[in-house]
């Protein structure tokens, strides 16, 4: 008798077909299996530095932008918190790495790896396409490349990240369980763009 | 819709946001001294003015941050944000 390992299967490892068949203007796809640290320290003592020290990467203070340091993206989500995301598999090292920098002082790191997914939306109609399902200003004036917000989109609430606003590449980072329910409403919303596409 | 200015992540739609209440009333200096007619006062009692009052909000969806409003209760505009650590600004 032979026992099936069991696999690991991302929240929208079902619609990777439907998800590459948008229509011209918008590209969308799942970025599974990120690692995401929430970390919660105080922006002005010891061990913030201590932290940005182990990074390399500074925690940004301007509230709603992230700032990236090679493959790290470090998330504003409050004015003590942050998301720290990276390539799949670097939760147990980044952790680690952050517990050794707080060391006494006062501070939290959680692992939220399996908290959310990614879907990466890109193409010229990326951002027509979240209009019609958030009211925040996505002009690339004010949404500019490195701001990321909280926000509900289509009602669920998703963690939006522009790492290019010029050259519309969004990420959005959805809780596990909302995860086919936003993307079931990213492929409705763009059914009309394949009518109306080039 | 209406936008509420967050005052860490700016103007926001109001659904991202929960209400909580009249602002600056001051826990009782010395609790044990208090009647239950004082607690009821501290409890429920609450100014209900036509005109600009301020009241504490919570930016649930996003920062999760409680901060200060002064809103006109007429006309739900919101005159006035600032954080807990800052003093209640004037407004006319
Ligand atoms: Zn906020």
């Known amino acids: 008798m032979t026992v099936d390992h069991p696999q690991r299967r991302s929240p929208l490892a079902h619609l990777t077909a439907e998800l590459a068949a948008t229509p011209v203007g918008v590209s969308l796809s799942e970025v599974p299996f990120l690692t995401q640290l929430n970390l919660r320290v105080d922006p002005l003592g010891r061990a913030a530095r201590a932290v940005e020290e182990a990074l390399g990467a500074t925690l940004p203070t301007a509230a709603n932008t992230a700032v990236a340091a090679g493959d790290l993206d470090v998330l504003w989500l409050g004015p003590d918190?942050?998301?720290?995301v990276a390539p799949e598999g670097r939760q147990e090292s980044l952790e680690k790495s952050l517990r050794q920098a707080i060391g006494t002082e006062h501070g939290a790191v959680v692992d939220l790896s399996?908290?959310?997914?990614?879907?990466?939306l890109s193409g010229a109609l990326a951002r027509d396409l979240l209009a019609k399902g958030c009211s925040l200003d996505l002009h690339p004036a004010v949404f500019t490349t490195g701001s990321c917000a909280q926000l509900p989109l289509a009602q669920a609430p998703v963690l939006l990240l522009a790492r290019d606003s010029e050259m519309p590449r969004y990420w959005l980072l959805v809780r596990t369980s909302f995860a086919p329910y936003v993307a079931a409403w990213l492929l409705?919303?763009?059914v009309e763009y394949a009518a109306s596409g080039p | 819709m209406q936008l509420i200015p967050c005052?860490?992540?700016g103007p926001r739609d109001e659904v991202e946001f929960h209400y909580g209440g009249a602002a600056h009333v001051a826990y009782p200096e010395d609790p044990?001294?208090?009647t239950d007619e004082d607690w009821a006062r501290y409890v429920f009692f609450r100014d209900n003015p036509k005109g600009p009052f301020a009241e504490r909000w919570c930016h649930t969806a996003s920062c999760r941050r409680w901060f200060n409003a002064i809103r006109d209760t007429a006309t739900h505009q919101v005159l006035a944000v600032y954080r807990m650590d800052e003093a209640k600004p004037v407004t006319s």
């Open chain 1, 81 to 84: 918190e942050w998301l720290l």
């Open chain 1, 114 to 120: 399996a908290h959310r997914t990614t879907v990466e």
């Open chain 1, 188 to 190: 409705d919303a763009c």
């Open chain 2, 7 to 9: 005052p860490w992540c």
């Open chain 2, 32 to 34: 044990q001294s208090l």
